[in-house]
């Protein structure tokens, strides 16, 4: 079992940047497919960005070339950097873990481990 917390989220003004982190619990991290999911009101949570256990990484068509996902296994921490924000943007962002596969994580299965969010708000 894995336990997750979000950080860094906040308001930010259009074409700003912001980078939230996700730290786990957990000594086996590094074989932890991981990704953010995105929740804005009224619509259904989306994938962002996802990173396998081996660095393979994966991005929504919305934010490529804006957004960009890491991790750091000696720290149990995955990273969402996000540069030239837009209002469209503004969500609720989710971390997800999976070990099963990287298709579990990116189905939003039910054996995803999922973080308590952390909100981002993109607003002049």
């Known amino acids: 079992q894995v336990q997750l917390v979000e950080s860094g989220g906040g308001l930010v003004q259009p074409g700003g940047s912001l980078r939230l982190s996700c730290a786990a619990s957990?000594?086996?991290?590094?074989?932890?497919?991981m990704g953010w999911f995105r929740q804005a009101p009224g619509k259904e949570r989306e994938l962002v960005a996802a990173?396998?256990?081996?660095?393979?990484?994966n991005y929504a068509d919305s934010v490529k070339g804006r957004f960009t996902i890491s991790r750091d296994n000696a720290k149990n921490t995955v990273y969402l950097q996000m540069n030239s924000l837009e209002p469209e943007d503004t969500a609720v962002y989710y971390c997800?873990?999976?070990?099963?596969?990287?298709?579990?994580?990116?189905?939003?299965?039910?054996?995803?481990?999922w973080g308590q969010g952390t909100q981002v708000t993109v607003s002049s």
């Open positions: 997800a873990a999976n070990r099963l596969g990287p298709s579990y994580l990116i189905g939003q299965h039910e054996t995803n481990y």
């Open positions: 990173i396998t256990s081996r660095g393979i990484t």
């Open positions: 957990g000594r086996t991290f590094s074989s932890y497919h």
